[in-house]
């Protein structure tokens, strides 16, 4: 059966750097979606991405977020200068009609 | 704004009691709701999707209402099992992008 995969599984990274959070969608999915859930807290919604760009984004979603699908097959988040309150569980989805998750990338910034 | 609601927030129980988890919100324009269940620091594992046409959906132990009108949705779990020991998340598809805005969950543990 098909299904989203992430990597990295756990990503540490020092408050300031760069990170690329990458995620592979099931191949027929047209609509691509990154949600982040920080410990103890609800699951919240980043950003849609559909036809090759950003269909909307959350309050969260500020200019140190972006999102690109580089190939046909790859769907990436960066962020580019890391917070300490950017450590969470980073989830990507991908849908047709129902939304399918990935097993999630666990960022730690210190 | 479309908040999500679950109530209660947590719930032990003897093993094979029936229970009910509820969830609610405010606003009736959705498209679908879906029941996922997460383990400690895990992912999230779909465990029904409701289509907005419908009333409920069963998969073995499991069975999901959903009332539109009332901004209500139940899960309700037979004969539980510790194996059911979890967090179990609500979520619903809002917005033309069908972004899925969450509960907060229930965390389950089910005693042997």
């Known amino acids: 059966e098909p299904e989203v995969t992430q990597t990295p599984s756990h990503q540490v990274t020092q408050m300031g750097q760069e990170v690329i959070l990458r995620c592979v969608p099931i191949?027929?999915?047209?609509?691509f979606y990154w949600y982040r859930q920080i410990l103890g807290q609800k699951v919240e919604f980043l950003v849609s991405?559909?036809?090759?760009?950003?269909?909307?984004k959350s309050e969260i979603f500020d200019d140190q977020f972006s999102v690109e699908r580089p190939d046909g097959s790859n769907f990436t988040l960066k962020i580019r200068s890391t917070k300490l309150e950017d450590s969470a569980m980073y989830f990507c989805?991908?849908?047709?009609?129902?939304?399918?998750f990935g097993p999630g990338t666990r960022l730690t910034v210190t | 704004k479309q908040e999500v609601t679950q109530i209660p927030a947590a719930l032990s129980v003897p093993e094979g009691e029936n229970l009910v988890l509820n969830c609610s919100f405010t606003?009736?324009?959705?498209?679908?709701l879906q029941w996922f269940r997460q383990d400690p620091g895990k992912g999230l594992t779909s465990l029904l999707l409701?289509?907005?046409s419908q009333r409920e959906q069963t998969s073995g132990r499991l069975n999901a209402s959903l009332d539109k009108s009332s901004g209500r949705s139940t899960l309700y779990i037979a004969a539980s099992q510790p194996g059911d020991s979890a967090t179990y998340l609500c979520?619903?598809?809002?917005?033309?992008?069908?972004?899925?805005?969450w509960g907060l969950g229930t965390s389950l543990a089910v005693n042997p």
């Open positions: 989805a991908s849908s047709h009609y129902e939304q399918y």
């Open positions: 191949s027929n999915h047209l609509y």
């Open positions: 991405f559909y036809n090759n760009e950003i269909s909307e």
């Open positions: 606003d009736s324009a959705i498209y679908n």
């Open positions: 409701i289509q907005s």
């Open positions: 979520a619903v598809y809002a917005g033309n992008n069908r972004k899925l805005i």
